[in-house]
């Protein structure tokens, strides 16, 4: 972890030594989880020596001359991708100049709006409408969308996503023009394969337990086989110790000894044991002194550094990294 951390040290101190025009010419040849780590990494770095710049820049040099060229991807990457890997107000200059020119509108619009702000516009459409344009966003974000509705919408919305086979263009027309003008030339686009019950379910998944209980029971009162399938294909944290050893060696690659140390206070015994026998008898003794030593903690901190590893986990399983076994009827994700 120590040698990833100080990689992307390297990299926030490279960027930023290379002027804001050029830094964002590199970000069009990331990908989306590359922009975030390195976004919020720049974002953390504060004052850095002229003698740390230099050997960062003479490091580059030297491993540049033995690497191929990238590959470009599309800039509409960079535009969905932005807003969430840099943040805040002080990346305001960078995105506008990465996206000069361009023309965001509609439901890729609201990908750069705050939660609560999209909440607000949605919040008198009907459920139907609001799920069709929610299906569209990445699921953390439509996650935190619906945590500003209220307890009815909310549940009203998720049963919409979660028995929604697929989306016509045309449905969306009953939103403002801000929101339908992204679907040019709608009446000849195929049907898309969104919504469904896993769409449902990834967005639960990131509602907090909280919410994710009513929600789920709301869901049962009105079809409980349907209540079923959705929590069959909710990955909770408790369900990590589904994962085989491999794939915990993997995560704890990935995770970050203070956000490991937090998540599982909260956890099951048997998940603590999972995570200690795949680690050196060093770093096991080094966590259980540090998980006995830390105090009473708030659920909520507690939950949402289980979401940053859910995430993690998550992220590693769409790469193909790991395989999340157990519930639903894929035994891979």
Not at 234 to 240: R, S
Not at 274 to 301: H, I, Q, T, Y
Not at 319 to 326: F, M, P
């Amino acid at each position: 972890m120590p040698q990833q951390a100080d990689g992307l040290e390297d990299a926030a101190i490279l960027m930023m030594s290379l002027g804001e025009e050029e830094a964002s010419e590199v970000f069009k040849h990331l990908s989306p989880k590359e922009v975030q780590k390195l976004g919020e990494a720049i974002a953390r770095t504060k004052t850095i020596t002229r003698e740390r710049v230099n050997e960062v820049i003479d490091k580059f040099t030297s491993v540049a001359a033995a690497q191929s060229l990238l590959i470009s991807n599309s800039s509409d990457y960079v535009r969905s991708v932005l807003k969430r890997a840099l943040g805040d107000d002080k990346a305001a200059l960078l995105i506008d100049r990465i996206l000069q020119g361009g023309d965001v509108s509609g439901i890729e619009s609201l990908k750069w709006m705050d939660p609560s702000s999209v909440a607000e516009l949605l919040r008198n459409e009907h459920p139907q409408i609001v799920a069709a344009i929610l299906v569209h966003l990445d699921f953390d974000q439509a996650a935190d969308i619906l945590k500003f509705f209220t307890e009815r919408q909310r549940n009203e919305v998720m049963l919409r996503v979660a028995t929604m086979e697929g989306i016509q263009p045309l449905a969306l027309k009953d939103l403002n023009e801000v929101l339908f003008n992204v679907l040019a030339g709608g009446d000849k686009m195929r049907k898309s394969s969104l919504g469904g019950v896993k769409s449902a379910a990834e967005m639960i998944n990131l509602m907090g337990t909280a919410i994710e209980g009513t929600v789920i029971e709301s869901i049962r009162n009105h079809d409980p086989d349907l209540a079923q399938k959705i929590m069959d294909k909710m990955f909770v944290f408790d369900d990590v110790i589904k994962l085989d050893d491999k794939a915990i060696q993997t995560l704890l690659k990935e995770v970050s000894s203070d956000v490991l140390i937090v998540a599982l206070k909260g956890a099951q015994p048997e998940l603590k044991e999972k995570f200690l026998a795949n680690m050196s008898s060093r770093a096991a003794e080094s966590l259980r002194e540090d998980l006995e030593s830390r105090g009473p903690m708030r659920l909520s901190e507690v939950e949402a550094q289980q979401k940053e590893i859910l995430k993690t986990v998550r992220r590693l399983a769409d790469e193909g990294t790991i395989v999340l076994g157990g519930g639903g009827d894929d035994a891979m994700v």
